[in-house]
């Protein structure tokens, strides 16, 4: 290892390779630490801190913005993580701003669907918390409903809300991005449902199903749970069969996130640039500063075969996928379907086995 961090800080020969963690059941389970995961990152850095190794984080989870995200991921596992090592489900949406900037979209899911959206360009959001307020009843089961949701300012009776919220009534819902996972699947398929069947005007006639766009597609995932939970793929089905049965045409949309060959060539870019920007900072020769620096291999740490390994299996060369034991998976074998080219028990596992490999 002290091999690498003389070539790199001050012989200006870059890492030939990089490396993608998968979060949820491998560096994390909900908020805890697994699999010595401090530890194996923390390997990837010089003792004084800066970044040796190239690495991000590639997750298909979110509902932070990704800076706040990292700086999460900093706390926990104590060390220095910056928003360009952290790739999550919805960080592809930005690309659409082009064509719904100063429409009405709606964003779905837990923590800060509707922020996520803003910082990415997208002019006009509303969370579907926002948006469902606008409608008297529209959900006759919120009163029954134990929890309390943040009150928006436009909900109270004054003119000023009451013109608010007939305003956005008005408008015709453009678009919805499902930013992570719901929070009240009863209320957001009802509330969602009133939106794609009438062209984005609840209440209304039917009309033509506006555009629905799914951060990712992962059916389960490791949480703090011995046994995986539904994820946001469990409740684009549960949509999906409901829709279908109340709508003459079947429920059009488009997933994002892992295991879509885009996710991982644009890991590749972003660890690419990622070396560059750590030569810059490192003062070396101008030559290397220039453009983005070629990565030989790639690795892929996951813990979920049909996404992670599935993932890197079709992005094919120049990644290499490591299976680990501590979240979806728990065989003793590769799996039969998506076999990694590595199965290890613990990320720690998987780290040591490139840093011996590569250096
Ligand atoms: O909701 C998050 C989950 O679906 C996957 O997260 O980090 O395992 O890609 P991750
Ligand atoms: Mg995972």
């Not at 699947?185 to 984005?200: A, K, M």
């Not at 995986?228 to 279908?244: P, T």
Request: glycine residues 8%.
């Amino acid at each position: 290892l002290s091999a690498i961090s003389r070539s790199f800080s001050s012989q200006s020969t870059p890492p030939s390779f990089g490396i993608a963690f998968d979060i949820d059941g491998v560096v994390l389970r909900s908020e805890a630490p697994i699999g010595g995961s401090p530890h194996a990152l923390r390997r990837l850095y010089e003792d004084s801190g800066a970044l040796k190794i190239p690495y991000i984080f590639l997750t298909n989870g979110g509902g932070f913005r990704e800076s706040v995200r990292a700086l999460e991921l900093s706390e926990l596992l104590g060390l220095n993580i910056s928003p360009s090592q952290v790739v999550q489900g919805h960080s592809p949406f930005k690309q659409l701003v082009g064509r719904f900037e100063n429409e009405l979209v709606i964003a779905v899911g837990k923590g800060e669907p509707a922020t996520v959206m803003s910082e990415y360009g997208f002019k006009n959001v509303l969370s579907i918390d926002d948006y469902a307020l606008c409608f008297d009843n529209i959900d006759p089961l919120a009163p029954y409903k134990k929890w309390t949701t943040k009150q928006v300012s436009y909900q109270s009776s004054n003119t000023k809300a009451t013109d608010l919220r007939e305003n956005i009534r008005s408008q015709r819902v453009q678009a919805v991005f499902i930013v992570s996972d719901s929070v009240d699947w009863s209320r957001d398929i009802q509330v969602l449902c009133d939106i794609l069947r009438t062209g984005g005007l609840p209440g209304r006639e039917v009309g033509h199903q506006p555009p629905l766009y799914f951060a990712h597609d992962d059916l389960a995932y490791q949480a703090a749970f011995p046994s995986e939970r539904f994820g946001m793929g469990a409740f684009r089905i549960a949509l999906e069969a409901v829709f279908n049965r109340i709508h003459p045409l079947a429920l059009k949309y488009t997933t994002y996130g892992k295991p879509n060959p885009s996710v991982f060539k644009n890991a590749e870019t972003l660890l690419e640039q990622l070396v560059s920007s750590m030569h810059r900072n490192a003062h070396v020769a101008d030559h290397i500063n220039t453009g983005t620096h070629h990565l030989k291999r790639l690795y892929m740490i996951g813990d979920n075969p049909s996404v992670d390994i599935c993932g890197a299996r079709k992005a094919g060369h120049p990644w290499f996928s490591i299976l680990t034991r501590t979240g979806v998976f728990k065989g003793k074998e590769n799996h039969p379907k998506f076999p990694a080219d590595l199965v290890v028990d613990t990320v720690e596992e998987a780290v040591d086995y490139i840093l011996r490999k590569e250096c």
